[in-house]
């Protein structure tokens, strides 16, 4: 009797091919059309613009309310025996106004900008940050000046340079502060630069 030939076995159990290998059609919808996906923009530039925002409204109604309270604290200054200088008078002015409502309305704008994608926004807050840092340095050299000159008319005489001091301290603050502000602000740009226009 003559025996049957026996498939070979000895390969049963194994897949070949690989199985990695995708099939290179693209996706296809009902209508049978290549599907496009448009890129998602990131949410980063909105959360920032928004919060721009509220910063830029909340601190600048406090700073309208600011610029009028500059006649009192002059006149609270003047009580105590602290000549305050038509120039330093003209600087509260100039510093209410300047930091209280135009910096602050340039940072609801730039987050304005921002909230909509526009990378000017970034720039706007930037050089709002950049001018409330020259206005800051202008606040702390005449409130240096102010603290000097009620030591000497109280006659703290062991109190001498102190105006100097707050002056310095006041400079490496308003740089720190700035500095943490302009990171803030220039995080859209960073995190999402290719989103902005």
């Not at 910063?55 to 003047?78: H, M, N, P, R, T």
Request: hydrophobic share 45%.
């Amino acid at each position: 009797m003559e025996e049957e030939s026996q498939p070979d076995t000895s390969q049963s159990g194994t897949l070949e091919g690989n199985p990695g290998n995708l099939s290179p059609q693209p996706s296809h919808n009902a209508y049978q059309q290549a599907v496009a996906y448009a890129p998602v923009k990131s949410q980063v530039p909105k959360i920032f613009g928004i919060f721009m925002m509220i910063y830029g409204v909340v601190f600048g109604l406090l700073g309208i309310i600011g610029v009028f309270g500059i006649g009192g604290a002059i006149s609270d200054y003047e009580n105590a025996g602290i000549e305050i200088s038509g120039l330093q008078t003209a600087w509260f002015y100039l510093s209410a106004i300047g930091g209280g409502i135009i910096v602050t309305g340039a940072v609801a704008y730039g987050g304005y900008e921002t909230y909509n994608y526009k990378k000017r926004g970034v720039m706007i807050g930037l050089g709002a940050v950049a001018l409330g840092f020259v206005l800051s340095l202008g606040d702390t050299a005449i409130t240096g000046d102010i603290v000097q000159q009620f030591l000497d008319a109280t006659g703290e005489a062991e109190l001498e340079g102190l105006g100097a001091l707050l002056t310095g301290v006041g400079v490496v603050m308003s740089l720190v502060c700035s500095a943490i502000c302009g990171l803030v602000v220039a995080i859209p740009l960073l995190a999402a630069g290719n989103d902005l226009d």
